[in-house]
């Protein structure tokens, strides 16, 4: 039963944003990608150090103090949040943001509060009880360097905090109201929630070793992955002050995207080292995980990543709702980047 009423769940999710599902019409892959030998860190590199900078500070200011008892905690947050990261998700939020007209002020608190989310995420997945993984962004995992308990209390005090980054630090102006902010607020929620990540986290280890279907696993990505690209597209947007139209283009294109990225860290995990990726290969076939090449084989996996990464141009394209000199380049060189990339 839970194929189906999970199915329509997040049909239900995805529809409160008017996103619909296009799987099934999406059309044939083009292979010409014009993108495919853009380099991340160079052309980003201003974008990521502004991030790091940012997120460095907002830790040390509000959850670093080496006199308290809780020191150890607080610098198990810091190394399962700094050092490392790809702050892909940052990136897109970023330049949703620039392309809707919006600046970066408006946006960079919810950017920190999405990467200390997206770090929780990882230090929980990481644990034994979930996918016990014992090297993360080229080091040992969080419950590796500091205990089981502390990776768990890292990871829930990273959610509190992030929803006081979003609240406390975001600036208030004509663009984004007071309504507007709680707004942003609930959506993130919704990441956070059983209407987010944490539903696709549920379902990927419930199915570990499990027959699945084509459903489910478009389910369990859409939700583990997809809930925080689709976030990160939307405020973008949202705090951009752009139309509903906009916003929920945007939604759409991080449906595309966060199913793209999970399906090339699935064929990524096949193809790839742990010295290249930074955390244990090979490791999805063994705990027989719910992934696409494991279902649908590779080459076909590959062509599913280039239709949505057509179609994500595709939304780049339409310049409705879009301010004046609107420039969807650097939005359309992310999206080459996530389809083409090696880590
Ligand atoms: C890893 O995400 C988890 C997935 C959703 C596949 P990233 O590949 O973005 O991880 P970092 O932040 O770069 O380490
Ligand atoms: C995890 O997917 C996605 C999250 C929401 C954390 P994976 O379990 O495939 O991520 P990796 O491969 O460990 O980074
Ligand atoms: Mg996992
Ligand atoms: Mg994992
Ligand atoms: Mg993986």
Not at 46 to 59: H, I, K
């Amino acid at each position: 039963m839970l194929p189906i009423r999970g199915f329509l769940l997040m049909k239900r999710c995805l529809s409160q944003y008017n996103v619909s599902l296009m799987m099934s019409q999406i059309p044939a892959p083009q292979t010409d990608n014009l993108l495919e030998n853009t380099d991340y860190e160079t052309l980003f590199a201003e974008t990521l150090q502004m991030v790091n900078t940012r997120l460095s500070g907002y830790l040390d200011r509000e959850a670093y103090d080496s006199s308290s008892e809780a020191a150890g905690l607080w610098e198990a947050m810091r190394y399962g949040t700094l050092d490392g990261g790809k702050r892909i998700r940052s990136v897109l939020a970023i330049e949703a943001c620039k392309a809707c007209g919006g600046d970066l002020e408006q946006i960079l608190p919810t950017v920190c509060a999405i990467e200390m989310i997206h770090s929780q995420s990882l230090i929980h997945d990481d644990l034994p009880c979930m996918d016990d993984d014992d090297l993360r962004r080229g080091k040992p995992s969080v419950h590796k360097a500091f205990g089981e308990s502390t990776a768990v209390l890292a990871g829930d005090a990273l959610i509190a905090l992030a929803f006081g980054l979003i609240s406390r630090e975001t600036p208030l102006n004509e663009r984004v109201s007071p309504r507007l902010l709680l707004d942003v607020i609930g959506d993130f929620s919704e990441v956070t929630s059983v209407r987010g990540l944490v539903n696709g986290q549920y379902v990927d280890i419930q199915h570990e070793g499990k027959p699945f279907t084509a459903e489910i696993l478009e389910y369990i990505h859409t939700y583990k992955t997809g809930a925080l690209f689709r976030f990160s597209l939307r405020a973008g947007a949202k705090l951009a002050g752009a139309p509903e139209s906009v916003v929920n283009r945007f939604t759409l294109l991080g449906q595309k995207l966060g199913l793209a990225f999970q399906i090339v860290d699935d064929l990524l995990d096949i193809g790839s080292t742990s010295e290249a990726l930074g955390k244990t290969a090979g490791k999805d076939q063994l705990q027989e995980k719910a992934t696409y090449p494991a279902f649908y084989g590779v080459d076909a996996s590959r062509e599913m990543v280039a239709r949505l990464s057509q179609e994500a141009l595709a939304l780049l394209d339409d310049t409705e709702g879009m301010p004046a000199g609107y420039n969807p380049s650097i939005l359309k060189t992310l999206v080459g980047f996530i389809a083409n990339r090696i880590k």
